[in-house]
């Protein structure tokens, strides 16, 4: 199934192959040792190490679950009549498709998955970059998408990407994807990093945003056993990073302020962070003040956990 399909998900061998999660790990274990996949937080991918990169058919089948908590959980921090960007990936494919029922939306993006999703979304205007078409995620690269986002301001800049660690910040396996990405993050007034558990603690070959300019990150409640994804969380909230958890906490009853979906569970660990300059943009930035006894972007009550506990 690797070799057909780049990547396959854990809970997809099981359900495959009608044996327990457990029984898979256990043998993906076994053929990692012999060479024949490398194994990913929820899955296996063909062996390459940092240079390799997933296509979008295999990515989409992977956290497919978490993928969708997420992003119902960031279009919440959207408000009406916002302009943000939305970069490439298949999280933020799902974050499009929730903010078509958020009205005088504006929308800058490189990727064409994002602008499908949006296409048909009423009184939501879409500003798609230039650029060459990269196939394997249906996004703009180049200097042409660089240059089209030179000039442009927006309040926030919502992206994805193939690894995320307290000390290198988010990463890419690709150079031209990473180009766009921080041209991106130059635009934006706060940066919302949108990564799964599975992505945390990975490290990838180039850098798209350091660690001191992302403001926010939302992501899924890691696995008891995933020691490496907890501990990366701490170390990122250390830095001053606001994580918002989905799946950690009961839903508040309280209405949302916006016009997105309906509320998920949340969990916020927010620390003040150190005022910090997006590059290239001179654009002083703080990371969102905390939210306890407050209400955190999308009209939510805050549930503030301490990490540590894990």
């Known amino acids: 199934m690797v ?67 997420i992003a119902d959980l960031a279009a919440g921090l959207v408000d009406e009549g916002e302009a943000i960007v939305v970069g490439a990936g298949t999280t933020t494919q799902e974050l499009a498709r929730r903010l078509a029922r958020v009205p005088g939306l504006t929308v800058v993006t490189n990727s064409l998955l994002v602008a499908q999703a949006l296409a048909h979304a009423n009184r939501v205007e879409v500003v798609m970059t230039g650029g060459t078409l990269r196939g394997s995620n249906y996004a703009l690269v180049g200097s042409g998408a660089e240059q089209s986002l030179q000039g442009l301001r927006v309040s926030r800049a919502f992206l994805s990407g193939s690894g995320l660690t ?19 993050v130059q635009a934006a007034g706060e940066v919302v990093v949108l990564a799964d558990h599975t992505k945390l603690g990975t490290d990838t070959m180039f850098q798209t945003v350091p660690t001191d300019v992302i403001t926010r990150l939302v992501t899924d409640d890691p696995p008891a056993h995933d020691d490496r994804a907890a501990t990366e969380l701490q170390a990122l909230a250390d830095q001053g990073v606001q994580i918002t958890v989905a799946g ?19 969990r916020d660990v927010s620390l003040p962070g150190p005022r910090r300059q997006v590059p290239g943009t001179g654009a002083q930035l703080r990371s969102a003040p ?14 503030v956990a301490d990490l540590r506990r894990r």
């Not at 057909?4 to 061998?13: D, F, T």
């Not at 307290?166 to 991106?184: F, K, W």
């Open 290 to 303: 905390p939210v306890i006894g407050g209400e955190p972007p999308g009209g939510e009550r805050a549930r």
């Open 248 to 266: 950690s906490a009961e839903s508040d009853p309280a209405p949302p302020a916006s016009a997105t979906a309906a509320r998920r569970p949340r």
């Open 3 to 69: 070799r057909a399909n780049g990547a396959v998900s854990l809970r997809e061998l099981a359900r495959v192959v009608q044996t327990s999660e457990v029984t898979v790990r256990r043998d993906v274990r076994a053929l990692e040792a012999e060479g024949l996949l490398d194994r990913r937080h929820g899955g296996a991918v063909l062996p390459g190490g940092f240079t390799r990169e997933s296509g979008f058919p295999q990515k989409s089948h992977l956290a497919t679950a978490e993928k969708t908590a």
């Open 166 to 184: 307290a000390e290198r910040g988010l990463s890419t396996s690709n150079m031209l994807s990473a180009s766009v990405d921080r041209a991106l």
